[in-house]
Nanobody
Framework: QVQLVESGGGLVQAGGSLRLSCAAS????????MYWYRQAPTKQRELVAG???????NYADSVKGRFTISRDNAKKTVYLQMNSLKPEDAAVYYC?????????WGQGTQVTVSS
């Protein structure tokens, strides 16, 4: 079984920064893609950023230039550096990890952005 533990959410003023972390643990034989999604109230969950096993990253248009996804394979951890935060970035952020050829989800971490 694989467990994902997220951290780093919180309350920040518009224009501020936060760094999210998601650490995978358990019986892990391989990790491929690692992703961050978010879901705001009354909205569908959306993909924010993803990073492949080789380190290739992609981003939603709404966060390009402001967010950076990275990973530390030795620590089995994915990060999301969020800069220049806007009120519309407020949501519950979830990490998604493709481990052992299956999808796993974190419990979610709340990001609140005050204007």
């Amino acid at each position: 079984q694989v467990q994902l533990v997220e951290s780093g959410g919180g309350l920040v003023q518009a224009g501020g920064s936060l760094r999210l972390s998601c650490a995978a643990s358990g019986s892990i034989f391989s990790i491929n893609g690692m992703y961050w999604y978010r879901q705001a109230p009354t909205k569908q969950r959306e993909l924010v950023a993803g990073i492949t096993g080789s380190g290739s990253a992609n981003y939603a248009d709404s966060v390009k230039g402001r967010f950076t996804i990275s990973r530390d394979n030795a620590k089995k951890t994915v990060y999301l550096q969020m800069n220049s935060l806007k009120p519309e970035d407020a949501a519950v952020y979830y990490c998604n990890v493709q481990a052992n050829w299956r999808d796993y989800w974190g419990q979610g971490t709340q990001v609140t952005v005050s204007s």
